[in-house]
């Protein structure tokens, strides 16, 4: 597919995105060694975590479009749907986070901030203000469902095999049915966010947004 038609973005915000993925990188190798300390080694567990996996895939895309804008390369459209997707998976980061289950978290306050409030809000600005990806078509919005359906699909055949999920309303024991309600809620909510950052790849600022392919 082609490229988006934007303009080249300042460099300082390339280096900042670097920074910033690299930043939030090192908190998750921080907390991973916080939990090897106390006998917690396994990375399929802890990347088993939500938060924890789409900040480390949200930080991977942050470097390589720091990396582009360095370059004064324009970004491919699919590595745009891409952020549209990591956007909307952060946001339900902290909405759930910071609205459901507040305070269950096992990690140090600072890194619970960081990850569930900062980084979140971080990338949704990135998003809102740096104008460096086309408007995304409303009939993809289906692509922010694969990487999280792929997750609980994960998460529930460990549930039932080896008995693990990382987080509580995801548990075998609440039965079929409440587990479908969860996760069709979780679904419903990761769509409302994703129309919301569809709507804001939309919305033009200062000049009239083109849409991708």
């Known amino acids: ?12 915000v390339g280096i900042a995105r670097i920074v910033v993925g690299l930043a939030v990188i090192s908190v998750l190798v921080h907390t991973y060694l916080l939990g090897v300390s106390a006998g917690r080694t396994s990375l399929f567990d ?7 996996l789409t900040s480390l895939l949200t930080s ?15 970004h491919p459209l699919w590595l745009s749907y891409a952020r549209g997707v990591a956007v909307t998976c952060m946001l339900l980061v902290a909405v759930i986070y910071n609205l459901v289950v507040p305070g269950t978290g096992s990690a140090p ?11 979140p809000l971080l990338v949704a600005l990135d998003w809102m203000l740096i104008r460096d ?12 469902t694969v990487y999280p359906l792929v997750w609980i699909v994960v998460v529930l055949i460990r549930g039932a095999t080896d008995g693990w999920v990382p ?11 409440t587990l479908a309600l969860h996760v069709l809620g979780l679904l419903a909510t990761l769509l ?14 200062g000049r009239p947004r083109k849409p991708g392919p």
């Open 1 to 12: 597919m082609p490229d988006a038609p934007e303009s080249p973005t300042p460099r300082p």
């Open 46 to 52: 802890y990347f088993g975590y939500f938060t924890n």
């Open 60 to 74: 991977a895309l942050f470097i390589a479009t720091g990396i582009l804008t360095l370059r004064r390369r324009r």
């Open 109 to 119: 306050a600072w890194v619970s901030v960081t990850l569930h409030a900062v980084f």
């Open 133 to 144: 990806h086309p408007a995304l078509r409303w009939r993809h919005l289906w692509v922010v």
């Open 167 to 177: 987080y509580g309303f995801l548990l075998p024991a609440h039965g079929p049915a």
């Open 192 to 205: 409302a966010l994703g129309a919301l950052v569809w709507l804001a790849s939309r919305v033009p600022l």
